[in-house]
């Protein structure tokens, strides 16, 4: 009789808090998390754009300072993550134009074709938008393997470009440690109905053993 009164004491302890006060608090708790992890979110986008901005904006170092804001905010913040990256476009653009340019102006005959694709691609399309590209890579295309218009430019890779940073699994702030609360809480819960199961079974077997 002294084990099954130890039991029941043991079964009204738990009973003190009830489970549904605990799903009560895991609810809240998982509307805070969800909330400080949308907060990263939004943190990381604003970053980007500014990144984007101060590439269409053509000022160097305004934009490897908004890329080094990015990096530091991306490694630091769980749920940043940039997906596919952010891509430097404007950036590319120009320093396409760039090389095109150089090799317009070049006197050997291999040069002289990149003069003769921007005469026909030019006046058809803006010169930093990518049908005016498409169209000066099908020009240069039309010319015969022998010159070798690749030998003459140095056209910039479109990977160097795309710049992508890793964001944690877990992260020290307001996101990182609310989502810990809400796991806490998740893991109280479970331990508290498999502990009140295994109570129940231990005091059914004293029952029948009685």
């Known amino acids: 009789m002294a084990e099954i009164q130890r039991f029941n004491r043991s079964i009204k302890r738990l009973q003190r808090v009830h489970t549904w006060q605990l799903v009560i608090l895991l609810i809240l708790a998982g509307v805070v998390a969800a909330t400080f992890l949308r907060l990263n979110n939004i943190g990381m986008i604003e970053r980007r754009s500014a990144v984007i901005a101060a590439d269409e904006a053509?000022?160097?170092?305004?934009?490897?300072?908004?890329?080094?804001?990015?990096?530091?905010?991306?490694?630091?913040?769980?749920?940043?993550?940039?997906?596919?990256?952010?891509?430097?476009?404007?950036?590319?653009?120009?320093?396409?134009?760039?090389?095109?340019?150089?090799?317009?102006k070049d006197s050997n005959p291999n040069g002289n074709i990149y003069k003769k694709a921007q005469d026909v691609c030019a006046p058809q399309f803006s010169r930093y938008s990518y049908a005016y590209l498409q169209c000066t890579t099908g020009e240069l295309a039309k010319y015969p393997a022998a010159s070798d218009p690749a030998a003459t430019i140095k056209v910039p890779q479109s990977e160097s470009y795309l710049h992508s940073y890793v964001s944690p699994i877990w992260s020290p702030d307001f996101a990182g440690w609310s989502v810990l609360v809400c796991l806490a809480l998740a893991l109280m819960i479970i331990v508290r109905i498999v502990g009140r199961l295994i109570l129940q079974l231990i005091l059914h077997r004293q029952y029948r053993s009685a």
């Open 58 to 104: 053509g000022v160097s170092e305004t934009t490897i300072m908004r890329l080094y804001d990015l990096q530091r905010y991306v490694t630091a913040h769980m749920n940043t993550d940039l997906g596919k990256g952010v891509y430097l476009e404007a950036s590319y653009k120009r320093d396409y134009q760039v090389a095109i340019d150089t090799a317009a």
